[in-house]
């Protein structure tokens, strides 16, 4: 007898199995692979770019640091190093701690993730992204103020949601693991965020597998309960490694996104290989190993493409 997770993971293989025989033309674009660039820290973006390269990763997730008016990436600049390496924007990683907490107690550290927003929703058009990664609450703070933290963050947020319309990016919540943030932790919860915002510009999910593990009963079918407001999939394996050094049921993953149809249009997949864990966030300002780094990005969008590729048909097991 088959555990429960195993039913529902044959649910799903049976249902992408009748779907790659009957929508050919839907299979016919891969998944789009990005990369999360705050894991690789201080590193030159130069750097990062040709490594990305080198491995045919078409698009990087930018780290969001412009922590303040004179801080982060300078667009004219990172323009030309996008033009240069040839490759592409995705979107914008937000950054929300306790210092631009939008469902904060605090009204200056509300008024700093208004302003926080405001600069990279510029900053991601002015780079041709497609979105910016928004959590609702303060990443690494666990212990709820009080019970109106939702609708600060609510009120906070939709201040300045018509700017995502104005500057056609995708707004994209977050759900965060409830060890690391106070409220939306799943994809549920981020459609009832979501909805009860009621902001066009600010319609879409994140996906974190990684949280997800934490957080949903299966990855593969809350993806499918995401659906077409999934916008990107922050990815790493089950120990926050490299894809295909852990546990990580990818196949599953990889047939639900094609169900939804997530090999189509600007959606993408973005491994963020973080490493083990409570607090990666080091890593924004730390030094890793380029040879390392080299490794991880390439073992990890190898094995993507690997099994996207049995998947389809393209390759045989």
């Avoid at 990305?52 to 600049?77: C, S, T």
């Avoid at 864990?277 to 991880?296: F, K, N, R």
Wanted: with cysteine.
């Amino acid at each position: 007898m088959m555990q429960n997770y195993e039913i529902k993971n044959k649910e799903i293989d049976d249902r992408f199995k009748g779907f790659r025989t009957s929508s050919s033309e839907r299979i016919k674009n891969r998944l789009k692979i990005s990369w999360s660039n705050w894991g690789f820290g201080c590193e030159d973006l130069k750097v990062s770019l040709d490594r990305l390269a080198r491995n045919d990763v078409e698009y990087i997730e930018f780290h969001g640091n412009h922590y303040g008016p004179d801080l982060g990436y300078k667009m004219k600049e990172t323009r030309k190093l996008l033009r240069d390496a040839g490759i592409k924007a995705s979107g914008v990683c937000g950054m929300f701690s306790k210092e631009n907490d939008l469902s904060s107690v605090s009204a200056l550290q509300r008024q700093a993730a208004i302003d926080y927003i405001k600069r990279e929703v510029e900053f991601t058009a002015e780079i041709g992204g497609v979105y910016l990664l928004v959590v609702p609450a303060a990443v690494g703070r666990n212990l709820a103020y009080d019970d109106m933290e939702e609708y600060r963050s609510l009120e906070t947020l939709n201040l300045v949601g018509k700017l995502f319309s104005k500057h056609n990016v995708k707004g994209a919540i977050e759900p965060i693991r409830s060890a690391e943030t106070t409220i939306v932790n799943t994809v549920a919860q981020a459609k009832r965020y979501i909805a009860a915002l009621n902001c066009p510009g600010v319609a879409h999910i994140n996906g974190d597998v990684f949280h997800m593990q934490a957080e949903e009963n299966h990855i593969a079918t809350a993806i499918l309960e995401a659906d077409n407001q999934l916008v990107n999939l922050h990815m790493a394996d089950s120990q926050r490694g490299a894809l295909g050094t852990g546990s990580l049921d990818l196949d599953r993953i990889i047939e639900a996104l094609y169900l939804i149809d997530y090999n189509n249009g600007d959606k993408f997949v973005t491994p963020e290989p973080l490493g083990p864990g409570g607090d990666p966030y080091p890593a924004m300002y730390g030094s890793p190993d380029p040879v390392q780094l080299d490794e991880l990005v390439r073992q990890t969008v190898s094995y993507i493409r690997e099994r996207e590729d049995i998947l389809r048909g393209d390759k045989n097991t």
